[in-house]
């Protein structure tokens, strides 16, 4: 089975930079995702990560290390729009073929 | 390029009844994923259908089914609804549903079952 841990919620402030954190216990690891979801929207893509090291794509880079099961999200000038939850998404392969299994979601709320 | 649809996007009903949820992919998207997504629980994968086959299955009872149609359209189906069941339902779609391959969430079908 798969296990992904992120925090529950997380407040920042406008303009401040935020870390949120994803640890995963997987067999078969084949990439990990960021989501965004606002509230009563569907997820959208953020980013993708399948090799070590950090994916920068303006003001959000996300880091992976699958030596210890370990990634985050960084959120730069943080604006009151980036007030969302952010699931961390790790795609595994099995007999059947690929699947991806969510975390429970981070809530970040930013203030002003 | 018009994004993945869902419908409908809202639907009450009573325990015991059925319901059959409609997802239509982004043209070209031959994989079709469905999860689950309530507070308590997130979202949790239910099934991938590719060229019309179940793919992949969560662990989800067999009230839970699905189908896939040649225009890789999907429908899963919930029969005998509980209270639990209410959730919003969504739908991915992905090129091939490969390793890297992106996935595209439709708005959801926000089921209520009273």
């Known amino acids: 089975g798969q296990n992904i841990d992120q925090p529950t919620e997380m407040t920042a402030t406008e303009g401040a930079i935020v870390q949120i954190n994803c640890t995963y216990q997987t067999s078969g690891f084949n990439g990990l995702f960021w989501y965004q979801q606002h509230a009563g929207e569907a997820p959208t893509f953020l980013s993708y990560n399948v090799l070590d090291g950090l994916e920068e794509k303006g003001r959000f880079s996300s880091f992976l290390s699958r030596s210890k099961g370990y990634s985050y999200l960084l959120l730069k000038e943080l604006q009151m729009k980036d007030s969302a939850s952010y699931l961390c998404?790790?795609?595994?392969?099995?007999?059947?073929?690929?699947?991806?299994?969510f975390g429970g979601g981070t809530r970040l709320m930013v203030k002003p | 390029k018009a994004g993945v649809t869902q419908t409908p996007r809202y639907l009450i009903k009573t325990r015991g009844q059925q319901v059959t949820l409609s997802c239509s992919p982004i043209s070209g998207h031959r994989s079709v994923s469905w999860y689950q997504q309530t507070p308590g629980q997130g979202l949790q994968f239910l099934f991938e259908?590719?060229?019309?086959?179940?793919?992949n299955k969560g662990n989800f009872p067999g009230r839970f089914s699905g189908r896939q149609f040649s225009n890789s359209r999907s429908e899963m189906n919930v029969s005998t609804l509980e209270l639990g069941d209410s959730a919003l339902y969504l739908c991915?779609?992905?090129?091939?549903?490969?390793?890297?391959?992106?996935?595209?969430f439709g708005p959801g079908t926000r089921l209520t079952v009273l």
């Open positions: 259908y590719f060229s019309e086959t179940q793919r």
């Open positions: 998404a790790v795609r595994a392969y099995n007999n059947a073929g690929n699947m991806l299994t």
């Open positions: 991915a779609s992905s090129l091939e549903g490969l390793a890297g391959d992106e996935q595209f």
